[in-house]
């Protein structure tokens, strides 16, 4: 149940977006819009393009076509200035992706600092209080390294929430985390959503999108097949496509279920390229260093 | 019954573990007799008189052997520093996005890394020549550490450029999000980590750059430039004697030895963090 309060006011409106890698089209004219306080949860099969979707809202990945605008700045306009948009719009990352050469408290001071040009007695006072916010206020000496992933997840929270930004934008945050450490994460981010923080969630937790979302988007394919209030989507699906995801999601122990439309899906699902995992590039793991340099 | 292993006429097998057991006799066996041989046969007077002559060992270490030690250490750290100033330009020059940037420091890289060190020292002997009028700042300094600086940066910068593709894609998106600018990113985030990862190649650039910097003895230099190789050899060929070389390089094991533990350290640490 979303017990806080969702504005007419639109933060990001998407038009016909469109996003191909070479010959592989992932999006293929994707249209929706974000309202101030409003908690959008993205679900969908893996490959469907999810990602791919939240990363052309900040354009790590630049768009093929179509048209974005956060805040009444259009960020598909070549001239914009995409840093200073990317600065009110927090991201959080499945890998977490903390700055590991760099203590908790400076992985939330830094981006203050150099971009916000914040002095730094100012930005420590800002990264302690999401520190605390995110319960981690006596982890801020340590290291990335020392954390347990979900106490890094929360840190990468509170790194982005220190950039006081006007909306959040996750990627399935909690997806490479131990199951017992999902919930500290996930109870995080359902404060943030009481507080009335602008949330946009690519997730799998089907019972943090029907709890916390005021809408829920089913993707498949490149497309937004299915959208609206959790009840609806979640509860009474009205494509069969959402009722075979929401079947494997909710029932993946269950066998014997494939037929019909869905032998179709998985036809479709075959022919795609890179259909390991979810085809996140910011999993890719660093080269071994041991085989740098000529020796002596 | 034909089973081979059963035939009491074939001679019973040893387990592998004796094998192994008699086979490492064996090797011991041998570099004892090797030993014995050395040293029975071995000029012990001759050899103690060419290679550790007591006079030899006293004029070597008095007459400048500090100022030699000194020199190469100020040769190489200044060669050190040129080349890993030029050598993370160039790095970022073949990862720049502007095709020219990456040709001509691709071109640059190979062409040093090509090239016989010792051809640059001798064309660094004759350009004040060849130009006329051409000073050098900091001479014999100077020249050294750009000749050598020059050298070592192409290899630096293949060093460097690995360090900086080796840190993770989502560092870079990380601190992009934040708004953060490229230049920014790559100051405050990438190249901090690439440097941490490369800290033992290129602490054997280092020592190789020790190495090296004895090429200076092609350089025409007052004896107040010499380092410890053009130093001990200035006095070995007047004497005809081989002592100081061989202070000169227990000098250089002095500086090459520890920096390869620190090497084997750090990379055993860094194994450990994976
Ligand atoms: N940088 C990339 N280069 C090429 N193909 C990519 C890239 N990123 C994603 N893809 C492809 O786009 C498709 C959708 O990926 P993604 O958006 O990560 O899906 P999801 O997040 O829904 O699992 C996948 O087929 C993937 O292989
Ligand atoms: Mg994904």
Known sequence: MATHQVSREVVITVDDLKKAFGQNEVLKGITTSIHRGEVVCVIGPSGSGKSTFLRCLNLLEQPTSGKVVVDGVEVTDPDCDIDKVRADMGMVFQQFNLFPHLSVLDNCTIAQVTVRKSNKAEAEKRARSNLERVGLLDKEAAFPGQLSGGQQQRVAIARALSMEPKLMLFDEPTSALDPELVGDVLSVMRKLASEGMTMFVVTHEMAFARDVADRVIFMDGGYIVEEGHPDEVIGNPQHQRTRAFLDRVLNPTSVGQIGGEDEAYAERHQSEPEADGDGDISTLSPGQPGQIGRST | MSTVTADPSSKPRLSPRKR???????????????????????????????????????????????????????????????????????????????????????????????????????????????????????????????????????????????????????????????????????????????????????????????????????????????????????????????????????????????????????????????
């Not at chain 2, 020059?93 to 691709?106: D, F, H, K, N, Q």
């Not at chain 2, 230049?183 to 901090?192: D, N, Q, Y």
């Not at chain 2, 094991?253 to 520890?258: N, V």
């Open chain 2, 20 to 274: 192994a057991q008699r086979m490492r006799w064996a090797q011991y066996a041998v570099l004892g007799i090797v030993t014995i041989l050395a040293i029975s046969m071995a000029n012990w007077s001759q050899i103690q008189s060419v290679f550790f002559r007591g006079d030899m060992i006293h004029e070597t270490l008095t007459q400048g052997l500090p100022n030699a030690f000194k020199n190469t250490i100020v040769y190489t750290l200044g060669a050190f520093v040129f080349g890993l100033v030029l050598g993370t330009m160039l790095a970022l020059m073949r990862l720049s996005s502007v095709g020219p940037y990456r040709w001509i420091a691709t071109t640059y890289i190979e062409f040093f890394r090509g090239l016989p060190a010792i051809v640059v020292f001798i064309a660094f002997g004759l350009l004040p020549l060849a130009f006329n009028g051409l000073v050098i700042p900091f001479d014999p300094y100077g020249t050294v550490w750009i000749a050598l600086g020059l050298v070592g940066a192409a290899y630096m910068a293949e060093t460097i450029r690995a360090g900086i593709q080796a840190v993770p894609k989502g560092q870079v998106e990380a601190a992009r999000s934040l708004g953060m600018p490229t230049g920014t990113a790559t100051r405050k985030i990438v190249l901090p980590q690439a440097f941490r990862i490369i800290t033992p190649p290129l602490t054997n650039e280092l020592i190789l750059l020790v190495k090296d910097s004895s090429l200076v003895y092609i350089l025409g230099l007052s004896a107040q430039g010499f380092e410890l190789t053009k130093y001990g050899r200035a006095i070995a060929n007047t004497n005809a004697n081989l002592t100081p070389l061989v202070i000169a390089g227990f000098c250089y094991l002095l500086i090459t030895l520890p920096l390869s533990m620190v090497v084997r350290r750090m990379e055993a640490r860094q194994k450990k963090e994976r």
